[in-house]
């Protein structure tokens, strides 16, 4: 089963700083009109968080602006959320998605920010 495999969420404190990974397989990755962040918070729906094209025009969530950053290194099919100033509503599970004919996704991995 295709799946596309996040890392590096933790435990940080308000105003750090985390980045996550998203490794995809080639295929999709070359594939893919679009790689994602979404994330979810307890009690909440899923949300997006950041997009990034193949042409690599990107959009953010009105909340993120000015403080996350998606990013993507095409040889080695990966995508990154850069993601400074954090703050405790930014706690969810994060997870990297991949839109081609339909929708990829990773497991999500959790970050969590205190106050």
């Known amino acids: 089963q295709v799946q596309l495999v996040e890392s590096g969420g933790g435990l940080v404190q308000a105003g750090g700083s985390l980045r996550l990974t998203c490794a995809a397989p080639g295929i999709i990755f070359s594939f893919a009109t679009t790689m994602g962040w979404y994330r979810q918070a307890p009690g909440k729906q899923r949300e997006l968080v950041a997009s990034?094209?193949?042409?690599?025009?990107?959009a953010y969530a009105d909340s993120v602006k000015g403080r996350f950053t998606i990013s993507k290194d095409n040889p080695s099919n990966t995508v990154y959320l850069q993601m400074n100033t954090l703050q405790p509503e930014d706690t969810a599970v994060y997870y990297c998605?991949?839109?081609?004919?339909?929708?990829?996704w990773g497991k999500g991995t959790l970050v969590t920010v205190s106050s």
């Open positions: 998605n991949a839109k081609l004919d339909v929708d990829y």
């Open positions: 990034i094209t193949t042409g690599g025009s990107t």
